[in-house]
């Protein structure tokens, strides 16, 4: 059993900057590639950026390249999605999920994939 627990969300207003992290507890945690999904509200479920097990492959929906950097902090069993030059449309609470890729520690999941385990989410807003 993992469990995930995402920090950092809050209000901020554009052009502004928020560090979000998804700290994982459990056996094994060292085993997941993680991602990062926001929902705004009204609309579906979107995934935002993914990050492997080794850390050394990472991607972002198109959205916000540029403007995002995910990472992790193997010791403090910790994933953080920096967001930068934050804009209203990306309001919405964020959730890191975890998807157990081993022992492929290149694999980044998308959207596509379907994820072992969820955090509860945070909620980012962005506002003048």
């Known amino acids: 059993q993992l469990q995930l627990v995402e920090s950092g969300g809050g209000l901020v207003q554009p052009g502004g900057s928020l560090r979000l992290s998804c700290t994982a507890s459990?056996?094994?945690?060292?085993?997941?590639?993680v991602g990062w999904f926001r929902q705004a509200p009204g609309k579906e479920r979107e995934w935002v950026s993914c990050?492997?097990?080794?850390?050394?492959?990472?991607k972002y929906v198109d959205s916000v390249k540029g403007r995002f950097t995910i990472s992790r902090d193997k010791p403090l069993n910790t994933v953080y999605l920096q967001m930068n030059s934050l804009e209203p449309e990306d309001t919405a609470t964020y959730y890191c999920?975890?998807?157990?890729?081993?022992?492929?520690?290149?694999?980044?999941?998308?959207?596509?994939?379907?994820?072992?385990?969820w955090g509860k989410g945070t909620l980012v807003t962005v506002s003048s």
């Open positions: 999920a975890a998807l157990n890729t081993y022992p492929n520690m290149m694999y980044c999941p998308t959207g596509d994939n379907r994820m072992d385990y």
């Open positions: 459990g056996f094994a945690s060292d085993r997941y590639a």
């Open positions: 990050i492997s097990i080794s850390g050394g492959i990472t």
